[in-house]
């Protein structure tokens, strides 16, 4: 049976679905939410474990953000590399004038900044509000000319169409508006106790599909969907890495993701989205814990090196504070040629009173340590180049 209004505002699909979870139909679908929410709670708490900081952690929470940015205007057809993000934010901090592009990702910069200080600063339980809503909205379109769109208020007297393939919204005037979001928000409020409605990972995901559906504003609804999606998922305790990551899962598969919204409204079953949502945000949580993974790695790599320092007098190779410097500019450098980095500024200032034979045997001392990786890359004389990393797999072999 299609979803209608009078269906849609009791939002109780998940709830009418824990009806018939032991059906043999559904009992597979139970099986794999039980084993991706334990590989996400597994995930989850080792991140948690893992102390951010200014200055190290900070930099993994920050890619992420430019991710998501990228990400859930990329949903919308804004598409912006890492770079040009990072330029527009540089450029609003200074107040620069931004193109359309760029505001459009200070605008979202500018939610995500709302959303972690409105869970930092409440106390006790968290209530949601359509005020709230409606402020993610004004910030997702200020300063935007979105045709028949007003920021952080809902649409007037028309019914909208959404969606690939084209479908009318079923609030079909402003007064459904207000009374879907009215019981909307209580539901947002209430704690289910069930297997599926008690999760809050699931929530977050129900959350986002029913405000894509009551689609209340003139534009913007899809973002402000999936940032309230990331509020549920940070109000709940999700690390602060990873609570905005499903914009990335959403952004990679979007072709998937809008025929799952439309496959909702066909047949009143969300379960296969909420699912296959759950093991996309743990694909999102696994790559985070890579990330993490590698700050550790080169942490223990750094202490490595100056632990060889330290001890010189006792190795048979002795290194110096020259390969310590460099050492802590690869380790914060992605692989690359070997001639590149040898001649990239803060190299050649390392070494710009050093003869070229000392500098030759300091970087033949960090492979004979071990400390970095020289690769070949290419098969022919003009392909062929050499790629220099940090050798993190010395770790696993040391005993000290």
């Known amino acids: 049976m299609e979803l209608a209004f009078e269906r849609l505002i009791k939002f109780d699909l998940v709830e009418e ?3 018939s979870l032991l059906e043999a139909a559904k009992s597979l679908v139970l099986i794999d939410f039980l084993n991706t929410m334990q590989g996400i709670q597994s995930v989850d708490r080792f991140i948690k474990d893992f102390p951010s900081f200014p200055g190290s952690t900070d930099k993994i929470i920050r890619s992420e953000l430019i991710s998501a940015v990228g990400a859930t205007l990329a ?3 804004t598409r912006l590399a890492a770079e040009e993000i990072e330029e527009s934010f540089r450029k609003a901090d200074l107040n620069e004038r ?3 592009s760029e505001q459009e990702a200070q605008n979202s910069r500018q939610v995500y900044k709302f959303l972690v200080e409105l869970v930092n600063k409440h106390d006790g339980k968290f209530v949601y509000s359509e005020q709230i809503v409606k402020q993610i909205h ?3 379109t200020q300063n935007m000319n979105y045709m028949g769109n007003i920021p952080g208020e809902y649409r007037g007297e028309f019914t909208t169409t959404f969606g690939e393939p084209r479908r009318e919204g079923l609030c079909r005037n402003r007064a459904e508006v207000e009374t879907a979001m009215a019981n909307f928000v209580d539901w947002l409020n209430q704690t289910g106790s069930g297997l599926l409605s008690g999760n809050m990972i699931l929530k977050a995901i129900m959350a986002h599909y029913y405000l894509t559906e009551i689609h209340p504003f003139g534009d913007g609804n899809g973002r402000t969907a999936r940032a309230l999606e990331a509020l549920v998922l940070c109000v709940h305790g999700m690390n602060s890495y990873c ?3 499903l914009a990335n899962f959403w952004s990679t598969y979007r072709d998937e993701y809008i025929a799952h919204l439309g496959n909702i409204r066909a047949t009143c079953d969300p379960l296969d989205f909420a699912v296959w949502g759950m093991k996309g945000y743990l694909d ?3 790559r985070v814990k890579g990330l993490v993974l590698r700050k550790v790695k080169q942490l223990m790599l750094m202490d490595y090196a100056r632990y060889l320092l330290r001890n010189k007098n006792r190795q048979e190779i002795k290194i110096n504070q020259r390969i310590i410097n460099v050492l802590e500019l690869l380790v914060r450098s992605k692989p690359m040629r070997l001639d590149q980095f040898q001649a990239s500024v803060p190299v050649v200032a390392l070494y710009s009173n050093i003869s070229p034979a ?3 045997r300091d970087f033949a001392k960090m492979r004979q340590l071990g400390l970095i990786k020289v690769s070949q890359k290419g098969t ?3 392909t062929r180049s050499h790629l220099i990393e940090p050798n993190f797999q010395i770790l696993e072999q040391l005993r000290y």
Do not use: C, D, H, P
Request: aromatic share 16%; proline share 0%; glycine share 4%.
């Open 17 to 19: 679905l824990e009806k």
């Open 75 to 77: 949903i919308e057809g």
């Open 98 to 100: 931004l193109r359309r």
């Open 138 to 140: 004004n910030y997702f």
């Open 243 to 245: 609570f905005w990551s």
């Open 284 to 286: 999102e949580i696994r």
């Open 358 to 360: 000392t500098k030759s």
């Open 380 to 382: 022919t004389l003009a």
